[in-house]
């Protein structure tokens, strides 16, 4: 056995695998856009406007709930949080109309926005010494879900047609079923460490850190978003674009994984700035390929961009050591959300210049984001998270 699985609180493993779950689900949308693109007669840039309408309902509503977690009721959160998103994004396919596929978008993403926040602060808080490796499991299970949803739903939507999604719900929910039902009781923060005015000490170090995940989250949905689109456009099966937009999101799973631990040895701001500088060239090379080339650089860009998410949201909660929960959510899901905002306009721009043109000019972007977190100290000051004495793996 690993040395590293004795270190990893068994609620930290089952809170992984429901984030598998949920952003499993939550991916369901790009891998099925070139067929929603024709049967709702969508233009990238209305594609790019349904993705904008998730990241807000799926991340930005995040500080709303993070908030709420850390006063009231987290646990209740927790479970039910993913039981609306797995129902009600099984239903994109079936929309047929844009405003109906709007409405899908966002309750769904909401769902998913009210497991984020608790889920990370738990994981955190669970984390005793290695708060990096314990975010990097949980992380990690929604990102290798994410990744490897486009393998169950294309294939699944090219045999049987788009008007079945819904019946993926039922294995989704059986998951969560299974998952949930040992789920701890979450106890309460102090009530003098909550909500934003405490973290008002902490905002130079913290906007930085917002703003870092801001672009490189615009750089990651932008490819993940229109890469399927650009492979069919070139002559390749759905299934096949599916398959390497899985490879690009499994490989950015991995790379979560790595950049936890790799932190809490290093320091997480070394990790940043050299992960995001490393992506650059690969992301580039990607823009400017096509084939199994194109697929095995943008995996390696992948890898390095986002080898940075578990760091930023650890690297957050130590520096504000208060409200872990809203903590939680400007680092993951407000700072996604407004990264997801930038969607429709890279649309737009891609209809007049083409996809390969504008991913290669955002391939550039991780760059300016290295270059904010230079300013940011280090390493943060040790606060060791005991866990409690519950069974751990």
Known sequence: MSPLIPRVHSTVVRTA????????????????????????????????????????????????????????????????GPVISVSVLSLVGAATSVPMLAAILIVGGLGGAAFHPPAAALAYRLGGARPGLAMSVHITGGSLGFSLGPLLFAPFVQRFGLEWTPVLALPGLAVIAVLLVRMPAIALPPADSLGLRALWPYMRPLTLLYLIVVLRTMTSIAFATFMPVMLTRQGVSLAYAGGAVAAYLF????????????????GPRRVIALSLVLAVPFLFGASVSSGRTFIILVAIGGFFLQSTLPVNVTFGQALAPVSAATVSSLMMGFAWGTGGLSVPFVGMVADRIGIEATLGALSLVPLGAAALALPLPERPPVRVQTPPAADPL
Not at 49 to 60: D, E, H, I, K, N
Not at 253 to 266: L, V
Request: without cysteine; aromatic residues 10%.
């Open 17 to 80: 695998s429901v984030h598998f779950v949920v952003d499993g689900y939550g991916n369901i949308f790009a891998p099925l856009l070139p067929l929603l693109l024709t049967r709702l007669d969508l233009t990238l840039a209305t594609a790019g406007a349904m993705t904008m309408l998730f990241q807000l309902a799926a991340s930005v509503s995040q500080v709303g709930f993070g908030h709420l977690a850390d006063r009231w009721r987290p646990r209740l959160l927790l479970l039910a």
């Open 251 to 266: 490989a950015s799973g991995i790379g979560g994984f790595i950049g936890g631990p790799a932190a809490d040895r290093f």
